[in-house]
């Protein structure tokens, strides 16, 4: 098919779900990619956080590729060496102790959300189920993870809607402390908002809800989906708060471009979930667990320490740009957020005229998600057209 009979056959037989950009990939290396039409383009999206290592990376192919040559599937009522693997690392490096596999960041969630209810049940019984989600997060498209998601724009046309989500305002420990009545089982939060805007919690009213939640036995769980595996500069974003949540869950980059997603719970429930009560067909895959631990053997310190050099260049290059449509630039690692006075979504389509891919964020943010391997040369090529496209 050449572009145009693709783009026809997507319009006529896909679901209109997405706004999408005419741009069709032929191919990839690092952190540009070329078109069917060879126009080549700088990507500061990695695919919304998954392609960490940008576009056919060598290493992570051949883990992939060497898993495919062994088996592609194995059912969860056998036992499977990557999976073990991958799991012994996600635990022994963010200090808790047992994980679920599953397939994505809405199924993660949506299984942090069993566990924490199931945890309440055994302990206190019946009536204590709310989890307390914040204004402006995104936890997911399903019916209960959209019910989380502190955005009216995602309660309509779908109900009803899961009960049990209460929502409270980021940033007032005053505010959770309140929403936080006898009925609370969880807290449920992403350390940086990614979809709802870039929103930075601040490290002290993190560690104040960390402390909130363990005054009263109710959960943290941290929505790690956008801001884990090196995204914000350590393996996830709660390490850079300083706290320990009970239950983080993670999907995104987490195996570098395959599906797959997890909740790894700490020591209060790690014994909650017994057989019968979760499962999934697909979960654990061994290539996505392949490709996974291809992923966290290469997280190093010195690699992320990198992420947060980057960051900080990418960052102060933006700043450097001093237009006044720039009100602010903000970030975590290489998860970035240019605030701008116009309507990001027309910077998002000038830069990709020009060659150069980005997200947009909440009402008036552009979101940057680059390749966490993306080079310096790559990071020039990319600002010099941001800062046309803002300008
Ligand atoms: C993307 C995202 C999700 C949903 O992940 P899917 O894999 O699309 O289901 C959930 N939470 C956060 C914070 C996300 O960024």
């Known amino acids: ?45 990695s695919g919304i956080g998954v ?49 679920f596999f599953g397939n994505s960041g809405a199924e993660a969630n949506e299984g942090a959300i069993k566990l924490a209810r199931k945890y309440s049940f055994d302990k206190y019984g019946d009536g204590r189920n709310t989890i307390v989600t914040l204004n402006q997060s995104f936890h997911g498209r399903t ?22 989500f209460r929502y409270c305002e980021p940033g007032s420990i005053d505010a959770l402390r309140e929403a936080c009545t006898d009925d609370v089982c969880a807290v449920m939060l992403e350390v940086v908002q990614g979809e709802g805007g870039v929103n930075i919690l601040d490290h002290d009213y993190l560690k104040q809800v960390r402390a909130l939640c363990d005054e ?7 929505d790690e989906v956008q801001t884990g595996i090196g995204r914000c500069g350590k393996l996830f974003g709660f390490m850079n708060a300083g706290i320990t949540p009970d239950i983080v869950t ?31 067909t697909f979960g654990a895959n061994p290539v996505s667990c392949a490709a996974a631990c291809n992923v966290l053997s290469r997280l190093t310190d010195d690699f992320l320490n990198e992420v947060n050099k980057k960051g900080a260049y990418i960052m102060e290059k933006i700043r450097g740009i001093n237009s006044p449509n720039v009100k602010e630039v903000r970030g975590a690692g290489m998860m970035i957020g240019v605030a701008v006075t116009v309507n990001p979504k027309d910077v998002l389509k000038k830069a990709f005229e020009n060659g150069l891919l980005v997200l947009t964020a909440g009402k008036d943010v552009v979101r940057l ?22 300008a």
Not at 143 to 164: C, I, N, R, S, Y
């Open 1 to 45: 098919m050449n572009r145009n009979e693709i783009l026809a056959a997507d319009h006529a037989h896909i679901m209109n779900t997405y706004g999408r950009l005419e741009l069709v990939p032929e191919s990839g290396h690092g952190a540009r990619i070329t078109d069917q039409n060879g126009k080549t383009y700088v990507d500061f999206t």
């Open 51 to 99: 392609n960490i290592f940008g576009w056919n990376d060598e290493e992570w192919k051949n883990a992939v590729k060497d898993q495919l040559d062994r088996f592609q599937h194995v059912c969860n009522y056998y036992y499977c060496d990557k999976a073990a693997e991958l799991a012994e690392m996600l635990t022994s490096r963010s200090g808790l102790c047992n994980v």
């Open 143 to 164: 019916v209960t993870t959209l019910a989380a998601t502190g955005q009216d724009v995602f309660h309509q046309f779908f109900f009803p809607f899961t009960e049990g």
């Open 369 to 390: 998600l680059p390749p966490l391997t993306i080079t310096y040369e790559e990071i020039d090529a990319g600002i010099e057209i941001l800062k046309a496209a803002i």
């Open 216 to 222: 009263r036995d109710i959960l943290l769980i941290t």
């Open 250 to 280: 993670s999907a995104k980059g987490l195996a570098g471009g395959l599906p797959i997603g997890c909740f790894i719970a700490g020591e209060k429930c790690r014994n909650t979930l017994t057989a019968g009560m979760h499962g999934s």
